[in-house]
């Protein structure tokens, strides 16, 4: 069955610092996409990034960079001198069967602290 | 760019009434999908639509149904609505089967008193 674990469950860190937020995925396929959201205290779900498991090349946005590790099953995603504004929830996710409705991991919430 | 709108942005409804969420999805997309995420959970997919036909479905409670209609706007009908109902029902939408990615919109807020 497909499952993402992300297993920290709450992270506090003070302003410009580094963070990375884990997600360690199962799936039997062998063709999938990994997604990250971030959910901001106001509710919406913001898309950051799509990922599929043929691109093993990580990817670098600004100050967000994602690291996709297939051996590992492993989705973790960095943010660069992190700013208050980044304090949200952040989900990893991927689709329950291929093509079909993401299933989410449980969230690592974020909390930047100036 | 159009995005995924969902009506009403909150509601507020009383144990055993029925509630009605509407999601218009982005021109073009074809499949809608809802989600039902509670107070510190993350997203639970409920049910989704492709073409106006029922795809997939997940923990769609009994007491909820659904359908998408023919100009690809999709509704979630809630009866006999419980305390445990109170949630944030997010709609996303995408073309296809979501391999060019999922597009959510900004939910609605359902509170059960």
């Known amino acids: 069955a497909q499952k993402v674990t992300q297993a920290q469950t709450e992270i506090s860190v003070v302003e410009k610092e580094d963070v990375t937020l884990d997600c360690v995925y199962e799936t039997r396929d062998t063709t999938y996409y990994l997604f990250w959201y971030k959910q901001p205290p106001s509710g919406e779900l913001v898309f950051l990034i799509r990922r599929n498991s043929f691109d093993e090349q990580n990817e670098i946005s600004g100050r967000y960079s994602w690291n996709f590790q297939k051996s590992t099953s492993s989705f973790n995603f960095t943010i660069t001198a992190s700013q208050v504004v980044d304090s949200a929830v952040y989900f990893c996710a991927l689709p329950h069967r291929l093509g079909y409705a993401l299933n989410f991991g449980k969230g690592t919430s974020l909390l930047v602290t100036p | ?113």
């Open chain 2, 1 to 113: 760019a159009a995005g995924v709108i969902q009506s009403p942005r909150h509601l507020i409804k009383e144990k055993r009434e029925t509630a009605t969420l509407k999601c218009y999805p982005i021109p073009r997309h074809d499949t809608v999908y809802w989600y039902q995420q509670g107070p510190g959970q993350d997203p639970q997919f409920l049910i989704s639509f492709y073409e106006k036909m029922q795809s997939d479905k997940g923990s769609i409670p009994d007491r909820f149904s659904a359908q998408q209609f023919s100009d690809y706007h999709s509704e979630l009908n809630m009866s006999s609505l419980e305390l445990g109902d109170s949630a944030l029902y997010f709609c996303a939408s995408s073309i296809g089967t979501g391999d060019y990615g999922y597009t959510f919109g900004s939910g609605t807020r359902l509170t059960v008193v």
